[in-house]
């Protein structure tokens, strides 16, 4: 028996290796589709600004990484040692939990477990054994997850880091948490964990981080033809444009004029600049202001939206659709942030939404790679002969599964470390979904690496989410219960290499 289980794990490898060429790389330029949406329907597109329509360099995290480190030393009066700390570029991955209490960073899949092996305290993993003490196992009860916007607030002692800028605070909060600990300094976490938090605030609110970009946009903006490009062919499509951002009017003035040029605002049939998203979507008690080009406020009361003018501190539930006419499906709005920019469009308000997720282009080409097809397609075959054959009793059968196991364990840190060494990728833990997948999934009609992806579709483009088969539903490859030899038979080599790649492609999707 032991000889017959080993030829099938020989002969499925082989298989793998052989179905690796026929296996379709995925192009990072595509739109994906959680929901049915036709472009036919679209009539009003609405943007955000940062990392929407502006894409920054890595420059730009390095800029805060250092301003907010130097915050917390000369006006929290943390030790001048922090200043040894540089931002690390590839430590943190977005959509990551950070426990305030415990001042651990990691990583939740959608069913609230975390993902052992991803669970940092500074600048180092917290073995597995001591987090399943600490959590009394690995899942995380509802009552300490984030709240409904990813913060840690009324009792949930979770945050989660959904915004593409918080790349630095996770880093920073590391890198201070590291200095305390390698310094034996005695420290309340969740006061750093404010500290931190405030620090990062003041680099936005203050000012500093746009008067930084606005002296050197060179530097910090890239991609803006590709921007520039989708505009223009909205307008010339005589689609109406309009842009909800929580930036102030200078600073997005300054980069849209370096992106499409100082008549931008002809483009757009409506601009609303320091928004306060996500109140912007709910709040009834603040209404419309005008700002004149010189960022100063009227006091005139607002009856209609004209184009050409700059509005802000409006809120959409009580004077955006009454002034545009503006509702629902025909709307589609475009935001980098799950939350602030589109769960509440979805939720309340109909509108249908575009997630834009740029390391999605890096984490596509990764998965391209032999290395990537080759390691996910064995997995997936490992996993079918561990399920098929654990059924039978037999002392020499079970040897053989628990060294499969064994083989299986093994190959899940590999899957993580090639996308990030710490947290592995933005979408999925070892196998299930990460709890940014699942949000996105329900907040997102469609996601994208960038905004240039809509140059490749026409305006009649409908988009159709993959019908990929919930768990009891047949997966149309043959049906063999005895799969290898459950019922004493094994299947051909060319049954194999189907059921191989019909596995690969339901896992991809």
């Known amino acids: 028996m032991g000889q017959r289980l080993w030829a099938s794990y020989n002969e499925a490898k082989r298989q793998t290796k052989d179905l690796i060429p026929d296996i379709a790389s995925t192009d990072p330029d595509t739109i994906f589709a959680n929901n049915e949406i036709s ?11 940062d990392y929407t329509l502006a894409f920054y360099s890595k420059h730009l995290h390095t800029l805060i990484f250092n301003i907010a480190r130097d915050i917390l030393i000369t006006q929290h009066r943390y030790p001048e040692g922090l200043r040894e700390y540089e931002y690390i570029a590839d430590f943190a991955v977005r959509g990551l939990h950070y426990d305030v209490q415990k001042a651990l960073l990691m990583k939740i899949d959608a069913f609230h477990y975390i993902q052992l092996g991803t669970v940092y305290r500074g600048l180092n993993p917290v073995p597995d054994q001591e987090v399943i003490a600490m959590y009394e196992g690995s899942h995380v009860p509802l009552d300490i997850m984030s709240d409904f916007y990813g913060k840690s607030s009324q009792g949930h002692t979770m945050k989660q880091f959904m915004d593409i800028f918080s790349l630095p605070e996770m880093t920073l909060l590391s890198c201070v948490n590291d200095f305390f600990m390698r310094h034996n300094i005695d420290y309340e976490p969740v006061h750093l964990y404010k500290d931190v938090k405030e620090a990062i605030r003041d680099v936005h609110v203050k000012g500093i981080m746009y008067r930084a970009v606005e002296a050197d946009i060179d530097k910090y903006i890239c991609y803006g033809e590709e921007s520039h490009a989708v505009l223009k062919k909205l307008s010339e499509h005589g689609k109406k444009m309009f842009l909800i951002t929580n930036s102030p009017f200078d600073f997005v003035n300054r980069g849209m004029s370096y992106i499409v040029g100082k008549d931008w605002r002809d483009l757009f049939d409506i601009v609303i600049v320091q928004a306060d998203k996500p109140s912007f979507f709910n709040d009834r008690r603040k209404p419309f202001r005008q700002v004149t080009d010189k960022g100063a406020l009227l006091w005139d009361r607002i009856h209609k939206l004209e184009k050409g003018n700059i509005y802000k501190q409006v809120t959409y539930l009580h004077h955006f659709p009454a002034l545009t006419g503006w509702r629902g499906s025909k709307v589609l709005y475009f935001g980098d942030h799950i939350y602030s920019d589109l769960a509440d469009l979805t939720l309340k308000h109909g509108w249908r939404t575009g997630a834009i997720i740029p390391e999605l282009r890096k984490e596509i080409k990764i998965m391209n790679t032999e290395q990537y097809v080759h390691m996910t397609t064995w997995l997936q075959a490992l996993t079918g002969l561990i399920e098929q054959m654990q059924v039978h009793p037999d002392p020499v059968s079970q040897a053989v599964v628990h060294e499969w196991i064994k083989e299986r364990e093994a190959m899940k840190p590999q899957t993580k470390d090639i996308f990030n060494a710490q947290f592995g990728s933005l979408f999925r833990t070892y196998h299930n979904p990460t709890y940014f997948s699942r949000r996105l999934a329900r907040f997102a009609d469609i996601y994208m690496a960038s905004i240039s992806c809509l140059l490749d579709y026409d305006f009649k483009h409908t988009f159709f989410p993959r019908r990929s088969p919930l768990q009891h539903e047949s997966t149309f490859w043959p049906q063999h219960r005895a799969f290898f030899f459950g019922d004493r038979c094994t ?14 492609v339901a896992d991809q999707t």
Not at 491 to 504: A, D, P, T, Y
């Open 39 to 49: 472009l036919r329907d679209i009539e009003i597109y609405g943007f955000d600004y």
């Open 491 to 504: 299947l051909s080599g060319s049954e194999i290499q189907h059921w191989l790649k019909v596995r690969f």
